[in-house]
């Protein structure tokens, strides 16, 4: 099936109707490719500003990673965590509810409700994995910033790869 996921005008046009903490929800989402519970869970001391990566603790693949962060990412963490408060980096919703994960889901339905296209927590992180491939970063690379458990789960953004095979074909080294 067709992979959804935002362009990025519609990332911009979501990003324009967020408080500052659902700007951060977004672009965990949609810059570093973090699934809802991950987001949920994510806590200051996982993110390291000095080698500019999140660190995401053993989750649905049973394995941590770490994920670079994208400069505006960086930058926005930065600003943002000077006004936070707490341990977690978000804090929407009860704290009692954190560990379910779905209250994210819920706030973040309403919260675009009136947008005029389609919106879900997890399209973001398709959007993420989506702007990789087209602009040509390999499916392993891919699927390790995602945190697939195989190669085969990220084979579903394939098709969004450049086509141009010719180009690719020029890129082999003079003999």
Sequence with gaps: GRIDYHTPEEIAEILSICNAEWKTVVLLGARAGLRRGEIAVLQWKD??????????????TEKHRY???????????LEFKQSSKGKFVIN???TEQREGRY????????????????????????T??????????DLYRVSKLLGHSSIQMTEIYAHLAPADLHSAVCQLPKI
């Excluded at 702007?131 to 040509?136: E, F, K, M, N, S």
């Design 92 to 94: 929407i919703g009860k």
């Design 67 to 77: 994920v670079p962060m994208s400069a505006d990412l960086s930058s926005w963490l």
């Design 128 to 137: 993420f994995a989506s702007h990789l491939v087209q602009a040509g970063v």
């Design 103 to 126: 209250y994210l889901t819920a706030a973040y339905s309403k919260l675009t409700e009136d947008l005029p296209f389609d919106c879900f927590m997890h399209k973001l992180r398709h």
């Design 47 to 60: 993110i390291d500003f000095k080698n500019n990566q999140i660190y995401i603790a053993p989750n649905k």
